[in-house]
């Protein structure tokens, strides 16, 4: 018998199959959604049965985030309606910031419901999904409707992110808090035997600007402060502006994403040794990397293997922080807070508590993946250009911006089961030239080489040498001036998905667009 899930009342669900009665009263079949008054489009469906079931709302809220006044923030709340009840969970820090953790191949439900007072839907970033669970802004509902989620976890275990994308507004909603870490884990992560629980450490990095009364405030009006992005004046750490963190004497994966609208960050460590890069976008590398220090775009993620084994009680290291603006303007001197370091400033803290040390090795080998092969792609000497344009007030991939939901030009139009390269060029002859980190949804692709941009430029050669297009990504930063080839493929989907600059001011100026994957 199928278990039908109805609401009943404001936040309770029932699951009973008595409710069978009802669909077959209100004449709908086990395949179709179940329409109650009120609800939004997408309904929960009788033969979908999740893992995980979620509730996730979207509220307008009031935090501690400095001392004195609360700050008024948007945020995600929610409560694990069916499966692990750790599989939600906040931040310490702000306490506002939610982390679910899945498995790969889990089927998930999540009842978004927006308690905004504006439109919104959420997207899951990284994720392979159907189209309706993309969170499409064509599929954004208003103030106190809900959109309900079904999909089964079909990505590598790795650092994934979820966040409101209505067009216009993505960047005015995350700035006032709602974003999320949306964690999947596999059976090759388990057999890497990677630091887990307590030694696993989420860390979301957004910069953000309070007036006297800790109010957060976010960009006038004026478009040429939208071209050229939101930069706030301090660096949070998990919503908090000055992170500390105990931690005990043995190694720790952290696990950065860069959830700020504009700014990049170039990340290193006050001990002066080097980062060490065990995953990207898309899950664990196959060996871990080592750099001297890690630049991270908007919406990128790093996962880092830190071992605090070797340290004496009482010890501090810091991660430290250079902002850039996408202009590639330093901006550290604006934020406030801690003092600079070696041109930067501290965002986190962490101290080394008293105990034992727990001796762990870094695996030589972390994991191995079916890499996007080259000799299979059907275009790989006539890429697929995707220019990149900033001319009078206008932000445009190949010269359109997002002025239509549906839109999507011929150019714009993939096949099923193909494998391309697309190039993205940053090298427009008119207008003017920023770095944007350009976002593919619904895939993960291999970085192929960057050619042109500023070589002997001390800035750009700096966030250069911090580059992470190792691995599989759905970000990639493109320099001014330069061309970046990137090889993907569109695998079991049909429909329209996003394209778009993750400088999420631009992306609300529409330097974004569909793309559609065509039957074969
Ligand atoms: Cu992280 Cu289309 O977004
Ligand atoms: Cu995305
Ligand atoms: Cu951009």
């Known amino acids: 018998m199928n278990h039908v899930v109805t609401e009943i009342g404001r936040r309770r669900f029932l699951t009973q199959a008595g409710a069978c009665g009802l669909a077959t009263v209100l004449g709908v079949g086990a395949r179709t959604a179940i329409a109650m008054p009120g609800m939004a489009p997408a309904e929960a469906t009788i033969d979908f049965k999740p893992d995980l079931e979620l509730e996730l709302v979207a509220n307008v809220d009031e935090v501690l985030i400095l001392p004195g006044a609360p700050t008024r923030v948007w945020r995600f709340d ?101 974003a999320g870490f949306l964690l999947v ?48 004046e301090r660096v949070l750490v998990n919503g908090s502006p000055d992170f500390g963190h105990r931690v005990e004497r043995t190694a720790y994966r952290l696990r950065l994403l860069n959830g700020s609208n504009s700014t990049l960050y170039r990340l290193s460590l006050s001990s002066g040794e080097p980062v060490v890069l065990i995953g990207t976008d898309g899950g664990l590398l196959e060996r871990p990397v080592v750099r001297r220090h890690l630049t991270l775009a908007i919406g990128e993620r790093a996962d880092v293997w830190l071992d605090f084994g070797a340290r004496q009680p009482g010890d501090e290291v810091h991660l430290i922080a250079e902002s850039f603006s996408p202009s590639l303007n330093v901006v550290t ?32 080998r972390l994991s191995s993946f079916p890499l996007l092969d080259i000799k299979n792609s059907r275009n790989r000497d006539r890429p697929r250009q995707v220019q990149l344009s900033m001319v009078r007030g206008r932000v445009m991939l190949n010269g359109r911006s997002f002025d239509d939901m549906h839109g999507v030009a011929d150019d714009e139009k993939v096949k099923l089961g193909t494998t391309e390269v697309w190039e993205f060029a940053n090298d427009a002859a008119f207008g003017m030239l920023m770095a944007h980190p350009i976002h593919v949804h619904n895939l993960q692709f291999r970085v192929l080489d960057r050619t042109g941009g500023a070589r002997s430029n001390r800035v750009h050669e700096g966030l250069r040498a911090g580059f992470t297009d190792e691995g599989l990504k759905d970000v990639v930063l493109v320099m001014p001036g330069e061309r970046v080839k990137a090889l993907m493929k569109f695998e079991d989907h049909t429909g329209l998905y996003l394209y ?16 559609l994957v065509e039957p074969s």
Request: charged share 20%; glycine share 14%.
């Open 78 to 178: 929610g409560r694990v309606l069916r499966g692990d009840p750790g599989a939600l969970q906040f931040l310490a820090g702000s306490g506002y910031i939610p982390v679910i953790r899945t498995r790969r191949g889990q089927k998930v439900r999540v009842h978004f419901i927006n308690r905004l007072p504006e439109a919104s839907i959420v997207h899951w970033h990284g994720l392979h999904i159907v189209q309706r669970m993309d969170g499409h802004p064509m599929y954004a509902v208003g103030t106190g409707k809900r959109y309900v989620y079904e999909f089964t976890v079909d990505n590598r275990a790795g650092t994934y992110w979820f966040h409101p994308h209505p067009h216009g507004r993505t960047g005015f909603q995350v700035y006032h808090g709602l």
């Open 333 to 364: 001197h604006l934020q406030s807070g801690a003092a600079p370091t070696r041109g930067g400033r501290p965002i986190a803290r962490f101290r080394v508590a008293g105990g034992p040390t727990r001796k762990t090795a870094l695996p030589k």
């Open 185 to 232: 884990g596999d059976q090759e992560e388990d057999a890497a035997r990677l630091p887990s629980g307590e030694h696993d450490l989420p860390l979301i990095i957004q910069d953000r600007t309070f007036d006297p009364l800790n109010r957060l405030v976010y960009l006038g009006r004026g478009m040429m402060d939208r071209m050229m992005g939101f930069l706030g």
């Open 500 to 515: 778009h600059c993750h400088i999420l001011e631009h992306e609300d100026l529409g330097m974004m667009r569909n793309y």
